[in-house]
């Protein structure tokens, strides 16, 4: 079984256009987040939500918009998307958020080139 | 949360012990000491973490020194499949900090 799923694993796209990626955690965890890891393999997180709930919030553009319908489900929406936005984005899971007891799990990763 | 610093690149032999070390000389009493690592293509993966005393599970040990200013990773028995980038982290307790990735260590196992 898949603990951390994402879809679409590429996608390629115009700049532009609007897109999204799924994320579903099936380990009952609280806590997900969205990193995004760039051509020099720089990881760097730019959202996190505990219970559905926005609790971290890096400096990203407002066209980057998360989206969680429960606690399993944390989406990535992109409107008008920009060829910088062309990176490997990565959805991630812990149990809590407090450090010591969050253990992150992360997705296969979704490959996003913006034309 | 604490800076750390550690080298670009490492080989180590199948079948030998890998010791990846990691500087966090400006850590503070309550930061958690990480490591994760990334196999090419994939997503990162958690390998262990500990406060102040040693630490060991399945996968490795770490070794923190008695002033936590320094780590070591510990591979006992390196594989071709651990050949990665590992990412040493140090995050606050109990605050709902990020984990900052650095650039890590580039691990290459040699057959």
């Known amino acids: 079984d898949t603990a951390v799923s994402q879809t679409p694993k590429y996608l390629v796209t115009q700049m532009g256009n609007d897109k999204s990626i799924k994320c579903e955690q099936n380990?009952?965890?609280?806590?997900m987040y969205w990193y995004k890891q760039d051509s020099k393999k720089f990881l760097k997180i730019m959202f996190s939500y505990n219970n559905k709930e926005l609790i971290i919030n890096e400096t990203v553009p407002n066209r980057f918009s998360p989206k969680s319908p429960d606690k399993a489900h944390l989406n990535l929406h992109i409107n008008s998307l920009e060829l910088g936005d062309s990176a490997v984005y990565f959805c991630?899971?812990?149990?809590?958020?407090?450090?010591?007891?969050?253990?992150?799990?992360f997705g296969p990763g979704t490959r996003l080139t913006v034309l | 949360d604490a800076k750390t610093t550690q080298p670009t690149s490492m080989d180590c032999a199948e079948g030998r012990a890998a010791n990846l070390p990691c500087n966090h000389s400006?850590?503070?009493?309550?930061?958690?000491v990480y490591w994760y690592r990334q196999i090419h293509s994939q997503g990162p993966q958690y390998i262990i973490h500990g406060l102040k005393n040693n630490e060991t599970n399945e996968m490795a040990s770490l070794i923190i020194t008695e002033d936590r200013k320094s780590s070591t990773l510990i591979l006992p028995h390196a594989t071709l499949r651990d050949t990665a980038v590992y990412y040493c982290?140090?995050?606050?307790?109990?605050?709902?900090?990020?984990?900052?990735f650095g650039t890590g260590t580039s691990l290459t196992v040699i057959p």
């Open positions: 991630a899971s812990s149990q809590v958020y407090l450090a010591g007891r969050d253990t992150q799990y």
């Open positions: 982290i140090v995050r606050v307790a109990n605050t709902g900090n990020q984990f900052y």
């Open positions: 380990l009952g965890h609280d806590t």
């Open positions: 400006t850590i503070s009493g309550n930061e958690y």
